[in-house]
């Protein structure tokens, strides 16, 4: 079955951080990018980051030096590490895989005090 499958959200301070993890399966993680994306309250769904098969990052301008990407390929995951976090961070964050296609539920991230 091919899934991806988000974790790791939840309620943190403004400058805190967070770990979210993107576990997959039923295709080969290794050859495929991985994407995360967001979408806030009343917002569209918009692009965070892309990690390549080759390890290469890209990031949206809002949380360059803030967030990092990252993948496991002997774990079938991927990472993004969120630090010094805003209260404009809060979103439900997605992970995709692009070949397949593939979307997972979302998790949670809300940045309050």
């Known amino acids: 079955q091919v899934q991806v499958v988000e974790s790791g959200g939840g309620l943190v301070q403004p400058g805190g951080s967070l770990r979210l993890s993107c576990a997959t399966s039923?295709?080969?993680?290794?050859?495929?990018?991985m994407n995360w994306y967001r979408q806030a309250p009343g917002k569209q769904r918009e692009f965070v980051a892309q990690?390549?098969?080759?390890?290469?990052?890209t990031y949206t301008d809002s949380v360059k030096g803030r967030f990092t990407i990252s993948r496991d390929n002997a774990k079938n995951t991927a990472y993004l590490q969120m630090n010094s976090l805003k209260p404009e961070d809060t979103a439900v964050y997605y992970c995709?895989?692009?070949?397949?296609?593939?979307w997972g539920k979302g998790t949670l991230v809300t940045v309050s005090s």
């Open positions: 039923g295709f080969s993680f290794s050859s495929t990018a």
């Open positions: 995709n895989a692009i070949r397949p296609n593939v």
């Open positions: 990690i390549d098969k080759f390890q290469e990052t």
